[in-house]
């Protein structure tokens, strides 16, 4: 297809084509990239629009969905014609020669809970006895508003949080003693909306530049102890790393699938009969390198179309650059599930490690990454990359559990 010598099984293959910013020096310009096999188109370069030259992507996402069609199709001609090779070669860089930055510049971040699985799990957790899903689970997407200035790009330092949290019934502040990981998968607009005007449903694609991965670290003790009645705050605010490529929506043409059965009725505004907008994105968690979770993405029994339209219908309007993420991705299996809380069962089932030590929560110097890939239209397979993260130890005195 491409003329490209594109090795075995990067993911970026030509049906892919994601977007981040990059550097080739320190003081260099940030410019926008194509990830293309093991190298990195320099659109700025390549087509000499300052748009590309922002150092960011959100000037081109707000363009919105035709230019994002025609850049795509333009590119794809360019990396498939032979026609163009003399003129393209130039601009493209061996990605290991890069220094990938922070993609888009965050204006909201929200943070949704739609993953049935990790709510019934959180659910059985942390009220037992009772029903594992709150009354309101199936009619709405829950989510609440994060803090989009601690969005960081992967491989930012998670320097373990300090705060308040509970022992033995009493407030005590220090490091948390119980740092885990949230494997989740963000969307990122591009077109913002009209404060008063609700986006519907339908309207995603026309709003939604492409798809990256999240990890939204949270310290469950701090959490624990500060979630009633507002939610999360500091247990989830010190860190947020999200992966440097955006894969676009039009990559996943193959990837859509329909959520699963739903079995409460909609609302008409979350009705997605007409527009099912699953995808079926496979995702792995490494701790230290070792699979410790495979989360399926098909199963998220909320869509981010319907995110979308339940976000804004109150009239709150959306921005370039506003991320919202999908909340934890856990399936039914056991080995599934995208936090350490489940997959420890709270604490009370360690994972062993390849190394024989057992982990419940993160100890300073482990490192996590989380990957996923998609099918692909031509029938390989495309990935997002990865978004990673290593833990610091805090301010003070190293702790372990
Ligand atoms: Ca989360």
């Known amino acids: 297809m491409t003329w490209l010598d594109l090795p075995e099984s990067t993911g970026f293959g030509i049906t892919n084509l994601p977007y981040g910013i990059f550097v080739t020096e320190p003081s260099g310009t940030p410019r926008t990239g194509v990830a293309i096999g093991d190298h990195v188109l320099d659109l700025a ?9 922002t150092g960011s992507l959100n000037a081109f996402m707000a363009e919105g969905p035709e230019s994002w069609a025609s850049t795509r199709s333009m590119i794809t ?18 990605i290991d020669s890069v220094t990938l930055r922070m993609p888009f510049e965050v204006a909201d971040y929200v943070d949704f809970y739609s993953s049935r699985d990790h709510a019934e799990n959180l659910g059985r957790m942390f009220r037992p006895g009772s029903p594992a899903l709150t009354p309101n689970w199936k009619h709405l997407p829950i989510g609440y508003h994060g803090r989009a200035g601690t969005v960081q790009l992967s491989g930012t330092p998670v320097t373990r949080p300090q705060g308040q949290y509970l022992t033995d019934g009493t407030p005590a502040f220090g490091p948390s003693r119980r740092l885990d990981i949230e494997a989740e998968v963000g969307f990122v607009v591009g ?11 339908h309207d995603f694609p026309s709003y939604v530049f492409g798809v990256c991965l999240v990890n939204d670290w949270s310290a469950r003790d701090l959490q624990a102890w500060e979630y009633v009645p507002l939610g999360p705050f500091l247990g989830k605010s010190f860190l947020t790393s999200v992966s440097p490529w955006v894969v676009p929506l039009a990559a996943l043409s193959a990837a859509v699938v329909k959520p699963p059965a739903r079995d409460e009725p909609l609302l008409p505004y979350l ?6 907008w699953g995808l079926d994105l496979s995702m792995e968690v490494r701790l230290n390198g070792s699979i410790v979770s495979r989360p399926p993405f098909r199963g998220m029994y909320w869509t981010a179309a319907q995110q979308l339209a339940h976000m804004t219908v109150n009239g709150a309007s959306l921005r370039t650059g506003d991320l919202y993420a999908s909340g934890t991705v856990s399936g ?8 350490l809380i489940e997959l420890s069962w709270n604490g009370a089932e360690p994972l ?3 190394d024989g030590s057992t982990r419940t929560f993160l100890h300073d110097g482990d490192e996590v990454t989380i990957t996923a890939t998609a099918p692909a239209p031509d029938g390989s ?10 833990i610091h130890p805090a301010p003070g005195a190293p702790v372990s559990d």
């Open 352 to 354: 062993t490690l390849p």
């Open 332 to 339: 039914p299996a056991p080995d599934e599930r995208g936090s």
């Open 381 to 390: 397979t495309l990935s997002f990359g990865h978004v990673t993260g290593r």
């Open 271 to 276: 009705d997605d009969t007409d527009a099912a």
């Open 77 to 94: 001609e360019w990396l498939t014609d032979p026609a163009h090779q003399q003129r393209v070669t130039p601009h493209l860089l061996p």
């Open 45 to 53: 370069g390549v087509t000499g629009d300052p748009v590309h030259a």
């Open 191 to 201: 077109v913002p909306s009209e404060l008063g005007t609700p986006v519907p449903l």
